[in-house]
């Protein structure tokens, strides 16, 4: 069983910065990495996903050009700048081990996820 473990997360002023830390202790089989998170009375949503397959980058339309996923020695990093107040949510990594057939942004399917950070954007 993968336990995943994130870190990072806080309170952050409007056009500041935040790094998420998502810990992925012996994964090795995966189809999709990412980012997702949940606003209070909304659905969760993807913001930024690795796809395996051809190793493709994805970012939701509200995180292009702001936000950076990176993974390195079995640690998937979420890079946000110039946060904006609707950006607040709870952050969640998740990791996919099967092929979905949907986009990697779309938060179905993924078996394993992290126990969420929150990040509240405000002055």
């Known amino acids: 069983q993968l336990q995943l473990v994130q870190s990072g997360g806080g309170l952050v002023q409007p056009g500041g910065s935040l790094k998420l830390s998502c810990e992925t202790p012996g994964l090795t089989d995966w189809t999709a990495i990412g980012w997702f998170r949940q606003a209070p009375g909304k659905e969760r949503e993807g913001v930024s996903c690795?796809?395996?397959?051809?190793?493709s980058t994805n970012y939701a339309p509200s995180a292009k050009g702001r936000f950076t996923i990176s993974r390195d020695s079995g640690v998937l990093y979420l890079q946000m700048d110039n946060l904006e107040p609707e950006d607040t949510a709870v952050y969640f990594c998740g990791v996919a081990t099967v092929n979905r057939n949907r986009p990697c942004l779309v938060p179905i399917g993924y078996k394993y996820w992290g126990q969420g950070a929150q990040v509240t954007v405000s002055s």
């Open positions: 690795i796809a395996r397959r051809g190793s």
